[in-house]
């Protein structure tokens, strides 16, 4: 990485967008959409099969109005934090939500402790400060929480931050793997599970 560098080590310019206007206004319209194919949407409930343990306290980061939970396992609590209301409000799975601009404040709203399991379901690339959000997540998890960010290669190239559109999928890889460790996560692995002939599914998981 070369360039002017942030107190990170990251190049600064790595962070900026096409669009810098405000975020509201872009998600102010309400997108019921998916953002990767049902077969890769399918891997990454799977994955979450096995991620979520039965009963957890669960924060769906960034979230829409689906969290591509597995449906027969049961959590104690599903929160919901957003950019559009009425695409939280229409998530049946969440037990409360709120809409929240980490790019505006990268602190979650959430005490510490308050959940066991973070996701950040292929969103990770409009972040425009990510190690100040991942240091709140893990001051928001319990001591022996986890998170997990998906990625896809699917973005909105105008609120994408450069880097995402710059570098390749190992090196998107490694620089999420890079946020977490510089927020304090350990155990951090990366898993692949990229269904065939669909969009690719690269997993990065980080425990505190």
Not at 39 to 48: E, K, V
Not at 142 to 153: E, L, N, P, R, T
Request: proline share 8%.
């Amino acid at each position: 990485m070369t360039g002017s560098h942030s107190e990170s080590g990251i190049p600064a310019h790595f962070f900026s967008r096409a669009d810098e206007s405000p975020d509201e206004n872009f998600y102010a319209a309400p997108r019921f959409v998916t953002h990767i194919d049902e077969a890769t949407i399918t891997s990454l409930t799977r994955f979450y099969r096995e991620f979520l343990p039965d009963g957890a306290r669960v924060l769906d980061l960034m979230s829409s109005w689906i969290s591509h939970l597995p449906p027969e396992k049961q959590f104690s609590r599903v929160s919901g934090l957003g950019m559009n209301a009425q695409e939280l409000a229409a998530n049946p799975r969440l037990d409360d939500y709120c809409v929240h601009n980490l790019n505006r404040d990268p602190d979650l709203p959430y005490p510490p402790g308050e959940f066991d399991r973070v996701l950040i379901a292929v969103s990770v690339q409009y972040l425009i400060r990510p190690i100040e959000v991942m240091t709140s997540i893990h001051e928001t998890l319990s001591d022996a929480g986890a998170v997990c960010i998906a990625m896809s290669h699917r973005l909105f190239p105008t609120k994408a931050v450069a880097a995402f559109q710059s570098i390749s999928a190992e090196d998107r890889v490694r620089l999420v793997s890079h946020y977490l460790e510089a927020a304090g996560f350990s155990e951090i692995a990366c898993h692949d599970r990229s269904p065939p002939h669909a969009d690719p599914l690269w997993l990065v998981v980080g425990w505190c």
